[in-house]
Nanobody
Framework: QVQLVESGGGLVQAGGSLRLSCAAS????????MGWFRQAPGKEREFVATITGSGISTYYADSVKGRFTISRDNAKNAVDLQMNSLKPEDTAVYYC?????????WGQGTQVTVSS
């Protein structure tokens, strides 16, 4: 099993930045992909970004490409999401996910609110 704890959410003005962090424990970090999803009020949870176990490859939703950066530190068992040029439509609860076989594991979520 994998336990995940997110931190770093908050309130920011449009155009501002936030950095989310996700601390993992349990299985050997670095052997599985990590990612971020988000869920806005009244909407389905959607993919934001993912990163391979080695950290070499990253993938982003079109809506955040060029503004968000996912990274991981396997020595610290942590994955971060740097969010720049934030827009009101980025407002959501952001969830960290560990993508393992056979199960995926989710964090409890952290709220990000972007005011216009």
């Amino acid at each position: 099993q994998v336990q995940l704890v997110e931190s770093g959410g908050g309130l920011v003005q449009a155009g501002g930045s936030l950095r989310l962090s996700c601390a993992a424990s349990g299985r050997t970090f670095g052997t599985y992909r990590m990612g971020w999803f988000r869920q806005a009020p009244g909407k389905e949870r959607e993919f934001v970004a993912t990163i391979t176990g080695s950290g070499i490859s990253t993938y982003y939703a079109d809506s955040v490409k060029g503004r968000f950066t996912i990274s991981r530190d396997n020595a610290k068992n942590a994955v971060d999401l740097q969010m720049n040029s934030l827009k009101p439509e980025d407002t959501a609860v952001y969830y960290c996910i560990a993508i393992t076989t056979p199960n995926d594991y989710w964090g409890q979520g952290t709220q990000v609110t972007v005011s216009s």
